[in-house]
């Protein structure tokens, strides 16, 4: 998620970790402008308003740049560096990125080790794979690979590369064995949009830790949900959540892509919830910002109506 969405779901709790968007490293080291685009936060000590740390998130395959990089980001004040070995956009592994690098085991324990030496002894180096690239062959490799380079915790999302998001190819249970295997932390990721998911996960997998991506963006709430320490926002409030977000972000430096992005969040939501799909049909048209705040506040009534 992007600074302003990092903020808008850790207002609401439940969450004890964000990692920023992903940094594309190629062949040279960054200008701190990159950074401080991408994670604003460093500059109120690597956390959001409301304390939420976030950890800079890496991507890329060459063990020197990715070494000099996660030095710099820690100099900045990142409290960690993400590893992202998962990424699965055809544009990312096209260019050695990415999930791409679950073919070579041996190069992404190289890139981790290289970061784990750049980066203070006091702060964490993770690291997120997939079961591997076409199949979950050589799925305890990959994760043997991270562990062994110096990998403080590792994320799985419980899909090869070739499976992409589909829901029918989860496999929550192949990770058990990994997690059994290795003395890290090891932390469960994919498909997971309501507590029971997140209770068939943990069971499944062995973990005891989830990490949630599309399913926040869905149900906004969902870390709370899944904690068991509150039910789902009703709609009202989803509608009322949106609104907010979109104030702060008409009042943003991104105001012209707000149109685009509501409408992109909206996506997710139709997922969990019926009542955004006619909503959506409304607010698809629109290109006018205005409009669109007004469309929202009049859902909001509406909901607010019905939920009388």
């Known amino acids: 998620m992007d600074p302003l969405m990092r903020q808008v779901f850790t207002e609401i709790g439940g969450y004890d970790l964000c990692v920023t968007e992903f940094v594309r490293v190629v062949n040279q080291c960054l200008p701190e402008k990159v950074y401080r685009r991408l994670c604003p936060e460093l500059a109120q000590g690597g956390a959001t308003l409301a304390g939420t740390p976030v ?10 740049w990715m070494a000099e990089n996660a030095a710099f980001a820690s100099e900045l004040g990142s409290p960690g560096i993400d590893l992202n070995f998962g990424c699965p956009a055809k544009s990312v592994n096209r260019s050695n990125g990415g999930a791409v690098m679950l073919k070579t085991p041996e190069q992404l324990h190289q890139v981790v080790k290289a970061v784990r030496a750049a980066v203070p002894d006091h702060l964490p180096v993770t690291a997120k794979v997939r ?3 076409d199949s979950c062959d050589n799925a305890m490799e990959i994760a043997d690979a991270a562990a062994s380079g110096g990998a403080d915790e590792l994320a799985i999302h419980a899909r090869t590369k070739a499976d992409g998001y589909r829901a029918e190819r989860i496999n929550w249970a192949r990770i058990k064995p990994i997690a059994q295997a290795l003395s890290i932390p090891v932390i469960a990721n994919g498909e997971i949009w309501n507590r029971q998911d997140a209770l068939n996960c943990l069971e499944q997998s062995g973990c005891q830790d989830i990490m949630l991506g599309r399913g926040a963006l869905a149900v906004p709430n969902l870390a709370n949900v899944v904690r068991g320490e509150s039910d789902r926002f009703d709609w009202y409030q989803v509608v009322e959540l949106m609104a907010n977000y979109a104030q702060r972000e008409i009042d943003g430096e991104k105001w012209i892509y707000f149109p685009n992005r509501i409408k992109q969040w909206l996506r997710y939501i139709i997922i969990q919830y019926p009542e955004a799909e ?5 607010l698809r048209v629109l290109r006018d910002v205005d409009e669109i705040i007004a469309t929202l506040h009049k859902e909001g009534e509406r909901a607010q109506r019905a939920l009388a």
Do not use: N
Not at 55 to 64: A, E, I, Y
Not at 278 to 282: D, G, L, N
């Open 55 to 64: 950890r800079v998130q890496l991507l890329g395959q060459s063990p020197q």
């Open 131 to 133: 079961l591997g690239w």
């Open 278 to 282: 006619p909503f959506f049909r409304q």
